[in-house]
């Protein structure tokens, strides 16, 4: 058996553990022979505790994989086979202002496709596209599964701006709407297929088989009910679709788009939560410091019931399911974030979408849909808008092509408010957008 | 010298003295035999007034052309070359309701592409769909010149729906637009040409050449400097643009994009203009009052001076010089609303759009601009989806594809306030609106 | 367990004891109730030769398989769930036709693809069309799984000018390739995957995996090599590639695609073969009539061994693997022939393809490539405008547009050749072209 | 009055009087101040014979343009404004190579889209990109208006392989055709206005119209007619169509279709010539003797009558309208080869095309057709896909892709006779291909 080397980047984080179980749980199909845990300096006892756990966790099951913990990242990216991202620039600290400073102007912040996104992306995306040049350099052939979001945006900056063409972008949001409505319908999710098409936080499902046959309308009718179930995810409020929307969509929209279609209360709520709890950065702080203190206990070799309260529920099988396939050539379907290439006919080719595929040991391959449902096409271009010219201000570090994301974002209601927030989010973020300030120095 | 014959479907309107002076100037190359005059029984008086001082305009120019009034639709259309339709179904009292409704849930109404513009969308389309089936019947070869607004939605419907393919929508934003800059500018009109593409109020003037070079970013740097000349139109509030974000579209925005690019502060001042001086349809019946007391009097035989109050400056301009370029071949450059066909890539081939194009015989032919930039193809797109849907509903009838379209309208904040909009509205506009009522009575 | 009624119009056919062998051996997941073998008068005694032949080998199976054989081709279609269609209107009298009147102008018949497709196209798209009818009234939500050549004309024309959409075009012609490269690598072939993409009998493997890893240098050297395999079709003559050009092709092409690249060779074969042996229809004639013997033979009740000399090798498996995965969802891949919808770009969306698709109980979905190879984009092209003008005259019946088809196939040196063999097959046809006579006599 | 430099490579071809003589007539609007003729060593003694006579029409007209002849092609492109190029790398006698050669194997040599047109760009392309390499440094906002055939794979070339976007590839075809049809319908040219699109040499005329009516029926009608006038040019012999494929086709081939259209019978048409008064380069070796002797008379002072024979019919009208349309931003209609954008959709938008372009100082933009008649489209993107691997393989100097481009060219019968005239072609052309033998020496 040859070597099967696994660097995950981001390696403090507290999703560690899900990982690991999985690639424990998977280990027969895909017999890793290395994983490397990496992080920063201001990660490195995160590191230690987190990776502590996941090397008592593989002696536990016997397994002869390595486990490694570095902050070298070069070292660790040198002939990797699989280069997972799932670190975080600015902690859950950015995160909490990416939230609280819209909210300040009466704008949802919204951490992935709203203007907390756009200053996630900001942060992130050279921090990927370093890592891509030593990826080139170090395993060209290595794939980048990337689950740090903006998931999309940071899929399109890698597309468009390095020369790392082996990247997946992934996320658990299909995933789980598969669950929830294989729930609705009352059967297990391998009997439910959906037809999901968009982007990243912006997918729909526009058709659902029950053993074949398409229920779509029954999903519709079920979703939109008296009694129906919930169908959202813990960090999105369960607000209710008003059910003549729903039926006029005729496509299930995914958890984010309630950000869009219902604006309006949405902010109301994150106002509220903001006044109480704290928003999702601040609830995530206090549930990340209990994980860590239980992780810290050197018995403890399995992932704890705790970490379910995170929020990354079906992470670990997305992220195992879709190595797995790729490295046994598996030819099945699974919904990812790769290069659109037709699949979509009003996205460009060479653009970022979420789409079901068949994974090939040569990648995805997407199973086109022809074109959106003409209701979804605006709002889905719109975020594609968004992304790119995002993406384009992470590189350039231009303030003008900053704002104009900012300002063409859906939840920003004008050029005004859009440069308010623009101009306290750079201040705040500072520290993590030298790209921005190195310009203004010279 | 053969018959030409101009049918104008609400003859009776405030506007019609200034497409007669536009004939009446141009009539050495377009030599009209027969103008008629059609309108409503409700709206017989207005015409009988301002027909009248259409024949007196006609007979001070000493020309011969035979002006008939009449409410017989069917026998105007009878053999006609061309077509042009300015009719307002429930005239400015339905175009209030249209404004004045939204506000109370603080959404702005937007006679055109907001949800004033779905249910005058949803009034005018079954009409114009009449008229198209006419059409077919008495006058196949016609043109259609269509400036009643949604203009975009209307163009969509008659592509979509009718079996009528010669047909052009028209707008006078784009010469306006033209003008201004050329004011900017300090230069004659003439001197000016901008590219323009996108749709109807949503059209952007991406490129600026000044005696063929490119002046753009001269232009974008004086529409944002301090001793900046206004660059609007009497109907919105020429609130400044953002410099900044400006620079970053490195596009000219038309006025109308005030309303999704600075939706708040649009807001706010639509709801101060309606608690003082009225909406803008209130407005508009005053002055409308005032030029029909005007155009009473037997010794008025030109366009009086008060029309510009209107605000339709170029209207006549437009509509005369596409009439005018399609009967005689001219192969000129106009700014028009037809089929895509290729001309802008995202979107799809089969609708309509608002861009130059070579104006002949056999119609408009658009100079195709690959694609739309970046940042505006997601705006764009959501309109073009707001009138497909909006267009589907009014021939439909159907109420949940109507909330559908009123939902996706980028103005509404959520699915919620949708359904209350679209409910009152549905209510206020009943009479308007048989295809909805029809339905639920069945 | 419920009805499961396949319906094979041209049941009297040669291949039938093929297709009953696959069912027979599938009866596990495909528990097929009612097997109704069709055919026409002219066929009645062939049909019943064969039919009888199928029941015994139903009976003995030891399956609970109804045969039903028939000449009522509405009493067959009613309510039923797969319709396979493989017959040869003229039978292969008229093939021989195809293939002896073009060699009379130098020029090769090529029974699908060429003049002698063609007119096979003629004779056969209104017949199909016909079926097309009888299945939207008798069993509107069928599959029709169509056999009969030109498969990608028959398939265009199925999309084009019928209401069925639930059609799929199938061609042993993949499988076998993908067979014959295996054996190049010496591989079973399930360790390889090609990727497929072109239209019928005008396809190309793009790429080759063997388990997973992208081999196709290593088969473009071994086909070119000097101990190379054959890799061609019973019908086509195994002229050796010239190994500069398949190396610049960088594809492996199909074995017709002799007839297009290697003309003037193939033309010579064509021309020796037919003074010697005879063409290949009339070779057929002798094996299908040796066939007939032995189906009569009652005590016979399994595929003879004669039968793989009528060259139909995986015809069998790539049918009832695609019923087996349409009845029971099995979402894996088979290539096609289906409907475009983006999945290669310089294709238009609503024309018929041959490709890999993931078959599904709502049917194939195409896994798109982005675009073919720039090389072959031109013929394929090519074929796609014949294929497409070619059924527009089968259904119009109009002399000028078949004459059109008949130049623009690039096996035909010019016009005035083209309008010869036009005029000559025309007559030699007439009896099967009501549709080109009725028009001439009205 | 500022500097208005125009630049001639190719200056000493016996065409230069053309061009001069167009300068000279439009000197009012295109003050002209420096003309350079540029040539080779090779070309040393006619560039100074015709160069001298250049310079004896502009004194005879008495305007102020300074002719300069120069051996140094970076002085003259420094600061140049238009770049034309009409050089003939090998002269004459290259051209009689790639018409005889091609012959031997019965195959047409055709020095534009056929095998002799694959040797001219292998040639022509590496010289070009040079130019595009001292533009780029020397001039890099001129306008490069090349007429060297093959000028669409030229053109191609330039816009795949150089940083130079501001290129034209110009022909006379589309105005010849122009100006024959007006005669077939009794009219003047500028009454006639013909929808074109396609590429170079491979262009139709999609519809015609007359004082802006629809007239195409009628001119295919005329075209087919027993009275029919000439449709051809000098160099294409003037074989008639067959009336029913003209009919089905419904539209306007040009004169070069006849190579594709009627293979069989042009071939037999250029053997004969062949034999008898020599190939058309070998005619044209006569004709540019004669036209040499009748330049150096230094008292000749216009372009001679005998011109005309020499087949450049309107080919300084085509050259001379573009450059005055640019330089003054005209905005009228001419047929250009430019990048495609969307205009023709089967055909890549970052391909060169040939088709009616409203011109202006920004270039040339394209008038959108849509896409090609079904039938054409097959055959268009065949000489799209010839160009493409001509041009890499120009580039590329590889012989496999010198091949494919062979193998795939419509007038080559098949793979093996592709590679003879490829093996003699190179041999005999070795002079001109460094880049093929470069390669193999290393
Ligand atoms: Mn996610
Ligand atoms: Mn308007
Ligand atoms: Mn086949
Ligand atoms: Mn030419």
């Known amino acids: 058996m040859g070597k099967l080397k696994i660097v995950t980047i981001g390696g403090g984080s507290s999703y560690t553990p899900e990982i690991v179980e999985g690639f424990i749980k998977r280990y027969d199909e895909l017999p890793i022979t290395e994983l490397w845990l ?62 609280r400073i819209p909210l300040k102007y009466n704008v949802i912040g919204q951490e992935t496709n709203g203007p907390g996104g756009l200053f996630k992306g900001l942060r992130t995306i050279p921090v990927i596209l370093d890592i891509c040049k030593d990826m080139e350099e170090l395993c060209p052939n290595a794939w980048l599964v990337n689950f740090t979001n903006p998931a999309g945006m940071v899929t399109e900056a890698v597309l468009r701006y390095s020369n790392i063409k082996n990247v997946v972008g992934l996320c658990n949001v299909p995933i789980m709407m598969k669950m929830q409505v294989a729930e609705l319908l009352g059967a297990d999710g391998d009997r439910v297929h959906i037809d999901f098409a968009g982007l990243n936080h912006m997918v729909f499902g526009l058709n659902v088989y029950l053993d074949g046959e398409n229920v779509t309308d029954t999903v519709l009718d079920k979703m939109t009910s008296d009694d129906k179930k919930e169908m959202t995810m813990r960090n999105i409020k369960n607000l209710d679709w008003e059910p003549s929307f729903i039926k006029g969509l005729k496509a299930i929209p995914c958890p984010y788009h309630r950000y869009y279609y219902k604006t309006s209360q949405m902010l109301e709520a994150e106002l509220e939560e903001a006044d109480n709890e704290g928003t999702r950065a601040e609830v995530v702080q206090g549930v990340e410091r209990d994980l860590f203190e239980l992780y810290k206990d050197p018995n403890l070799a399995h992932k704890p019931e705790q970490l379910s309260k995170r929020g990354g529920a079906y992470y670990s099988d997305a992220a195992c399911s879709l190595i797995n396939s790729i490295y046994n050539d598996k030819r099945d379907i699974q919904t990812v974030n790769t290069i659109n290439n037709g699949a979509i006919q009003s996205i460009p080719n060479d653009s ?75 201040e705040a973020h500072k520290e993590h957008l030298p790209q921005f300030f190195k310009k203004i120095e010279a």
């Open 38 to 99: 990496v992080d920063v300096e201001a990660g490195k006892e995160k590191l230690e505790i987190v990776g502590n756990m996941a090397k008592r966790m593989v002696e536990k099951a016997g397994l002869p994989i390595d486990v490694h913990l570095t902050l070298d990242r070069r070292e660790a990216l040198k002939d990797a086979d699989f280069v997972t991202t799932q670190f975080r620039v600015g902690l859950l600290d950015a995160r909490a202002k990416d939230e």
């Open 352 to 426: 970022a979408i979420e789409i079901n595929c068949v994974i090939t040991k040569d990648g995805p391959k997407p199973i086109g849909i022809g074109d959106l449902p003409v209701p979804v096409r605006g709002l889905v271009q719109q975020i594609k808008s968004f992304e790119r010219v995002g993406a384009e201000a992470a590189v350039t570090g231009d303030y003008n092509t900053a704002l104009l994301a900012m300002t063409i974002n859906p939840l920003v209601p004008s050029d005004e408010i859009a440069k308010k927030i623009m101009d306290e989010m750079l």
